[in-house]
């Protein structure tokens, strides 16, 4: 488990979350004044699809459920970055790509980067941790990596965009694959693979799974901003 | 029903795992209703000083073309953007809009270079608070439209086109 860092306000509401995050679904939740621990949990209501999704076994994970936790070089930033690090501190974004692809990977980091010049704008930068993982390191060196960023527009004043990559082929497969669920196939610079992004809040708990492409146009920002706000 | 993209290479990303195949419930239509104009910021036109472009208009034909400077697709395509514009008359409103965040890192000078070097000759604006983008439900770029002189969205294409499919759509929507 990893240290929960409470420098943040020390409302009543805050404690709640936390207690349900980590009960997990242990019967303490009986002593939280009655409300439903999912609702404890998120700040945003359930997907217009979620009846759907959860009779689907989804490889990732959906809304209300814990991110995994994995620790991957961040080669930007010379140090290693965990996936549930900022828990207590600040919200996440989370995506999987890689730099060379074309298609679908460029509409997920701009979508992230749409939320990141929004944090800039609105001055939520402080609240936020934007973490797109490479799949793809033997391709994506650290200096493709940092013109990737170059090209998308990223504010690296802004000190919360993390790019992470997996030291090798096969940690990336442990990752992504078998820990996030984003399926991927392929190899050296040209994959097809399943798409995904996280939103996930101060407590680690999944408020948005966007899977089969970005979100639709502008969904992104406003849930970042509903979730900044309404929490 | 709301209208969406149909990715790339869906099929096959059905086979790698039950979660692709959420998205694609529904596949894409064109709805006969009217768009309401919007107003863009001008970044950069030719022969023109105004800050603002009203789009789509009335009256005519509209080609639109959403794009980022990120996007090679985009970059690529400008070629055909160039040929098709150089095809097409007074009598089609022919506009490309940036829609990524601009004046934080990219800024309106880059776009205007960007374009300048990419020979585009015809108005370019900014989709800076989105409107025009959740208008059209574009969730990616490039994404190309022609609507007809009622403003009724007759094509809509994500991705890569090229100059015959677009004057194609615009004769089209001109009958």
Avoid at chain 1, 14 to 40: D, F, I, N, Q, Y
Wanted: charged share 25%; proline share 5%.
């Amino acid at each position: 488990m990893t240290t929960r860092q409470h420098n943040y306000t020390y409302d009543r509401r805050t404690v709640l979350k936390t207690a349900g995050a980590v009960a997990l679904g242990a019967s303490t939740a009986g002593c939280l004044g009655g409300s439903s621990e999912t609702a404890e949990r998120t700040v945003l209501g359930p997907p217009e699809n979620y009846e759907r999704r959860k009779e689907i076994d989804l490889p990732f994970p959906d809304y209300g459920e814990a991110i995994p936790e994995a620790t991957i070089p961040a080669p930007l930033h010379d140090r290693e970055v965990t996936t549930t690090e900022f828990v207590g501190d600040r919200h996440a974004m989370l995506t999987f790509v890689y730099t060379t692809c074309g298609t679908v990977c460029p509409g997920l980091v701009s979508s992230l980067r749409r939320v990141q010049a929004d944090s800039v704008a609105e001055d939520y930068a402080e609240e936020f941790a934007f973490m797109p993982t490479t799949f793809d390191p033997e391709t994506d060196t650290a200096e493709m990596i940092d013109e990737y960023c170059d090209r998308m527009g990223v504010n690296r004043d802004a000190d919360n965009w993390f790019f992470l990559r997996p030291d090798s082929p096969e940690k990336a497969r442990a990752v992504v694959d078998e820990t996030f669920g984003v399926a991927y196939s392929g190899s050296g610079g040209h994959y097809e693979h399943s798409s995904l992004i996280l939103l996930v809040n101060k407590e680690g708990i999944v408020e948005r799974a966007y899977n089969g492409g970005p979100p639709e146009a502008g969904a992104g920002v406003d849930d970042a901003r509903a979730l900044v706000e309404g929490w | 029903m709301r209208r969406r993209d149909l990715l790339v290479g869906a099929g096959s990303l059905a086979a790698l795992g039950g979660g692709a195949a959420v998205a694609f419930d529904v596949v894409e239509t064109t709805d006969s209703a009217a768009v309401e104009a919007v107003s863009l910021d001008v970044i950069a036109a030719p022969e023109s000083n105004a800050d603002t472009v009203m789009t789509p208009e009335r009256g005519r034909v509209t080609f639109l073309e959403l794009f980022a400077t990120w996007c090679n697709v985009c970059e690529s395509m400008m070629p055909e953007l160039v040929a098709a514009h150089d095809a097409v008359g007074e009598d089609v409103q022919f506009l490309s809009v940036t829609n990524e965040p601009l004046g934080e890192t990219v800024t309106r000078e880059d776009v205007a270079t960007w374009w300048r070097e990419h020979s585009g000759a015809w108005t370019v604006a900014a989709d800076r608070d989105l409107t025009l983008t959740r208008e059209f439900e574009a969730s990616g770029v490039p994404y190309a439209f022609v609507l007809d002189a009622q403003n009724r969205v007759r094509w809509r294409h994500r991705g890569r086109t090229d100059a015959e499919e677009i004057r194609t759509q615009i004769r089209a929507a001109e009958e």
